[in-house]
C-alpha cells in the first residue's frame, strides 16, 4: 500500500517565548532584567522537528495535544502555515496548551516549561491511519510525555509492520532518571536514535567513559545512532562503525531547535536514500544552518541550502 505521508511525527508542541542573552544569573525578589531581545515562536522539539522536515520537501503529518485555547490554535496555525498537516493534533477542552520560556546565556539556555497537556497526551492520540500511511514515524520528548512513551513500543511496531522506518529523540529528562526499565522496548522498535551529547550519556549509562563509547553501546541495542554534540559537529555510530562530521561554521544568534533541525536533516536525506555518513553531513548543515535567527523554525533550511554546503566541504548531494 502507497503511503500518504513521507512523515509521521508524534509528540510535543508548544509556544516558546524566548529571551537573552541574560548576562548576569537570573535574579528573584521581584528584580526586573533587561534582555537584548524576545521572541514568540512554535516550539516543542517534535513541532521544530516537522517544520524542519516540512522545509526540506517532506509531507509531514502531526499527531499530538495542545489545549483548546490561544496557544493551542497559535500552534496550530503555525504548523498548518509551515506545511505540516495537523488534522492529528487534538484540541484539548480541559487541559492547556504547554509553554515553554528560554532564557539564553552565552552558548547555554535555561528552559522552564509548564507541561499542560503534555502529561495527558497518549496512544489514543496518533490515529492508527497515520502510522499505517506514513513512510517514516518519529518521536520526541519522550520524558516529557509519559503516558505516550508507554505506548510508543506498540505504536512504533505498528509502523515498522506497514513498512515504515522509525527514529526517536528522547531530549532531556527532567527527573534524571533517564528511564532504564522502558527504554529497552522503545529501542527495540527504532530504527534510528537521535540524541544530543549530553543525553547520549546518560542513555547509555557508567559504562560509557566517551562519547564515542557511548554512541557504540547505544547502537549494540540496535538503532543507528547519530548523536548531536553542537559546535564540535556530530557523529555516528551503525554498531559497527564510527562516523563524524566537523559540519559547517555558522556564527549563531540562537541555538534553540538546532537539535530538532538536525533530526529533520538527518531523517530527511536517509529517506533520499543517502548513507548513513552522507546524511550525517546533511544533518549537521541543517542544524547549523537553524541558528541564523531566533527561533527553532525561523531560519530552517531548505534541501539545496543544505546540500548546497555539504557540497562546498567535498561530497555532491545534488
Not at 492529528?88 to 515553554?100: G, I, M, N, Q, V
Request: aromatic share 4%.
Amino acid at each position: 500500500m502507497p503511503h500518504t505521508f513521507d512523515l509521521l511525527v508524534i509528540g510535543d508542541a508548544n509556544p516558546d517565548v524566548i529571551l537573552g542573552p541574560l548576562e548576569a544569573p537570573l535574579a528573584f525578589r521581584q528584580r526586573e532584567q533587561l534582555v537584548g531581545t524576545g521572541a514568540l515562536t512554535l516550539g516543542g522539539s517534535a513541532a521544530i522537528m516537522a517544520c524542519g522536515a516540512a522545509r526540506l520537501g517532506l509531507k509531514v503529518a502531526f499527531a499530538g495535544r495542545v489545549g483548546d485555547d490561544d496557544a493551542g490554535r497559535y500552534v496550530r496555525d503555525t504548523l498548518t502555515a509551515r506545511g505540516v498537516d495537523t488534522q492529528a493534533l487534538r484540541l484539548d477542552a480541559e487541559l492547556s496548551t504547554p509553554l515553554t520560556v528560554v532564557v539564553t546565556r552565552g552558548d547555554d539556555r535555561a528552559i522552564l516549561t509548564a507541561p499542560g497537556t503534555l502529561a495527558a497526551t497518549t496512544g489514543d492520540d496518533v490515529p492508527e491511519s497515520l502510522l499505517t500511511g506514513s513512510r517514516h514515524v518519529h518521536a520526541a520528548s519522550y520524558f516529557l510525555m509519559p503516558e505516550l512513551a508507554r505506548a510508543l513500543p506498540v505504536l512504533l511496531r505498528t509502523a515498522r509492520t506497514h513498512g515504515a522506518t522509525t527514529s526517536l529523540d528522547t531530549n532531556d529528562d527532567p527527573s534524571g532518571r533517564w528511564d532504564p526499565l522502558g527504554l529497552p522496548a522503545v529501542l527495540a522498535e527504532t530504527d534510528i536514535l537521535l540524541p544530543n551529547a549530553r543525553e547520549a550519556r546518560h542513555l547509555a549509562g557508567p559504562a560509557a567513559d566517551s562519547l564515542e563509547a557511548a554512541a557504540a553501546l547505544l547502537a549494540a541495542r540496535g538503532p543507528l545512532v547519530a548523536v548531536k554534540n553542537g559546535a564540535d559537529g556530530a557523529l555516528c555510530h551503525d554498531g559497527r562503525a564510527l562516523t563524524t562530521t566537523g559540519g559547517i561554521t555558522v556564527t549563531p544568534l540562537d541555538t534553540v531547535g538546532a537539535g530538532d533541525s538536525f533530526d529533520a536533516g538527518f531523517v530527511a536525506a536517509v529517506l533520499a536514500g543517502l548513507s548513513p555518513a552522507d546524511a550525517l553531513d546533511v544533518a549537521a548543515a541543517c542544524g547549523a544552518l537553524s541558528t541564523r535567527a531566533h527561533g527553532g523554525t525561523t531560519a530552517q533550511a531548505t534541501w539545496d541550502e543544505a546540500a548546497a554546503h555539504v557540497t562546498r566541504i567535498g561530497k555532491n548531494l545534488a
